[in-house]
């Protein structure tokens, strides 16, 4: 377990570490771009992208408010609701994420990937799924 909880804390680090480095891009930043760009439309409800990055809406709003800076994001009023806002990759955020790729990957393979030769890979990934499905949300529960 004490693995595992310093594995939690080191490899966001250094994945960020590098992108920053080599891309100018925080790890926040392009797991909100990469959610995007999986989305339907491309798009997604600040709530849900919050949800996708594990991340709370406030932090998330900070983190669509600097991608928007660079016209790799815009915010749309959301149709169903008129209330709620979209966030929405622009074809230059594509484009951005497109190029910070190679080096998230690079990163991935060093810090995570290099690590787990002889593993069932298959069954890691399965096993990582359920824990991450079984946690809480990162808002505060506001039904109280």
């Keep these: 377990m004490r693995a595992f909880a310093r594995a939690v804390i080191t490899v966001p680090r250094a994945l960020d570490a590098d ?7 925080s790890l926040s930043e392009y797991n ?20 996708a990055c594990a991340l709370s809406i406030s932090g998330m ?20 609701d008129g209330r709620g806002q ?9 484009q951005r994420l497109r190029q910070a790729w190679p080096t998230h990957l ?3 393979r ?18 990582l799924q359920r824990f991450a499905a079984g946690m809480p ?4 529960d506001t039904a109280r």
């Design 86 to 94: 979209n966030a929405v990759l622009t074809d230059r955020g594509l």
């Design 106 to 108: 690079a990163s991935m």
């Design 19 to 25: 992108l920053l480095r080599g891309q100018g891009m």
């Design 137 to 140: 949300s990162t808002e505060p």
């Design 32 to 51: 909100a771009l990469m959610n995007l760009s999986k989305a339907p439309g491309q798009r997604l409800r600040m709530g849900d992208l919050a949800a």
């Design 110 to 127: 060093r810090h995570v990937l290099d690590h787990l030769q002889g593993l069932d890979l298959p069954a890691l990934a399965a096993a």
């Design 61 to 80: 709003t900070r983190i669509v408010t600097r991608l928007a800076e660079q016209d790799l994001v815009r915010r749309e009023r959301s149709p169903d």
